[in-house]
């Protein structure tokens, strides 16, 4: 793992995502090259279509983003990267075609464009094959030494073998007189010296995963490790860093004070935070008015009630607001006046909300709530007063979501489906501590980003 802007990157991404963007400079160089042949123009300079090259490879770059290119299932199924490809290649056909409509300055001829794409296309497809078929992921792995065999060792191991994991276990080490929840592990006496070992077996990192240290934590081996190069994790950090949440079988309110992050971000973060959501949600107001107003007059036209339905949640430092969406649901959806959670298949939904729903058209009214200041494009989702009330009182850690301003979309939006039980609350609540916890403009550019793939292929609606 690599950390850009306090967020956690894969190495095989980041490699394989900055030899794609070489490979999409390499195609727009191709493409002018050819295009300027046959016209003619054989002096021409490279240097002069700087703004043109930078304006086809973050546009193309962005849409792959956004299309789920990156994600894990495009990178070890050749065919679902193959669709999101030829995905991605129409969507920045469509993007570039605008951005040039509304931008003249920027000489880039259709002729060059298609010629560039088609060059990326096939050379993203030659680089995915051999990412997947040729390239021994092996050596990208991290080989990791876990400190326990108990349950947070257990979690440890979890977190680190699933698909796409990046690390290898050299082994697990049960100390004298702790609980065994992993059956392979050996006992740490047998390995002699901890530095000898580390050294033979080619160990990177030491997660220390044992319960109570007081007394079996072998600090000087440790520091002995640390001092010659091996990094030492504790088992919630590692955990964090696999998994992109913050687990709470592991976490104490002292890993909270002393790990870093939990800042909110500084100033500059939040301003710039703040003048993007106003000026985001000007724009979107204007370019979604013609759904707007469709939606509202097929809602008012299929179901009797209202257009748009209000709702308490929960916002930040525990306030309440009026989150303001279409409404999907009968009127009486609610009618014995207790809170339900939203149901697979709910038949309280109406054809037109399942619609809605499912493309997230019903979530587009929040951006009254952006511009209002109760909400942000990026953040936890709110919460009702009474689901509020009850997850508080079960789920530890549960009301530090408040933290931050309640999102449209959020990390656990993008990594956990839609949730609607006391269960999916508590892990939602991991990945939202995670955003909390490492919250940075980069980060909530890839959510932005991501939220594209979500409505894409969608997972989880309800």
Request: glycine share 6%; proline share 3%.
């Amino acid at each position: 793992m690599i950390r850009i802007f306090r967020h956690y990157i894969p190495k095989p991404l980041l490699y394989l995502g900055i030899i794609e963007c070489l490979l999409l400079l390499a195609a727009v160089w191709a493409g002018m090259t050819i295009r300027f042949t046959q016209i003619g123009m054989y002096d021409f300079k490279i240097t002069d279509y700087v703004a043109e090259i930078s304006a086809f490879v973050v546009t193309v770059y962005v849409v792959m983003l956004a299309t789920g290119m990156y994600q894990l299932e495009a990178c070890r199924d050749f065919r679902v990267s193959l669709l999101r490809l030829v995905v991605s290649m129409f969507i920045a056909l469509l993007t570039i075609s605008v951005i040039l409509y509304m931008v003249p300055d920027i000489a880039l001829w259709r002729s060059v464009v298609l010629y560039a794409l088609s060059f990326s296309g096939l050379g993203l497809l030659v680089i995915r094959y051999i990412f997947l078929h040729v390239v021994d992921m092996q050596q990208f792995k991290k080989n990791v030494l876990v400190l326990g065999a108990g349950e947070r060792a257990s979690r440890v191991r979890n977190s680190g073998l699933g698909h796409g994991s990046h690390v290898r276990f050299a082994n697990f080490l049960k100390m004298a007189d702790q609980e065994t929840d992993v059956a392979e592990a050996a006992r740490y006496e047998t390995v002699g010296s901890l530095k000898d070992y580390v050294t033979e077996n080619h160990v990177q990192e030491i997660v220390v995963a044992i319960q109570e240290r007081r007394g079996t934590l072998p600090l000087d081996d440790l520091l002995d490790c640390r001092m010659a190069g091996c990094a030492v994790t504790d088992s919630t950090s590692f955990i964090e860093q696999q998994s992109g949440t913050v687990n709470l079988d592991s976490v104490n309110p002292s890993w909270m004070i002393f790990s870093d992050g939990f800042g909110g971000g500084n100033s500059a973060d939040l301003f710039i935070k703040r003048l993007f959501d106003v000026s985001a949600s000007l724009l979107l107001l204007i370019l979604t008015l013609p759904v707007l107003i469709l939606t509202a007059l097929l809602v008012k036209a299929t179901s009797h009630g209202p257009v748009f339905y209000r709702q308490e949640r929960v916002g930040l430092g525990g306030k309440t607001f009026a989150v303001m969406k279409f409404r999907s649901m009968t009127v009486d959806a609610e009618a014995d006046g207790v809170p339900q959670w939203a149901k697979k298949n709910d038949a309280r939904v109406t054809t037109v909300g399942r619609v809605i729903r499912t493309t997230r058209i019903d979530e587009i009214p929040q951006i009254f709530n952006v511009l209002k200041g109760d909400m942000s494009f990026v953040g936890p989702r709110p919460e009702r007063p009474f689901f509020v009330e009850q997850l508080g009182e079960k789920i530890p850690y549960y009301h530090e979501r408040h933290r931050v301003k309640p999102g449209i979309t959020g990390w656990a939006q993008l990594n956990y489906p839609y949730g609607a039980s006391e269960e999916d609350s508590r892990k939602k609540l991991e990945y939202d501590l995670y955003y909390i916890k490492n919250y940075s403009v980069f980060l909530d550019f890839l959510i932005l980003i991501q939220t594209v793939r979500v409505v894409l292929w969608p997972d989880g609606v309800r």
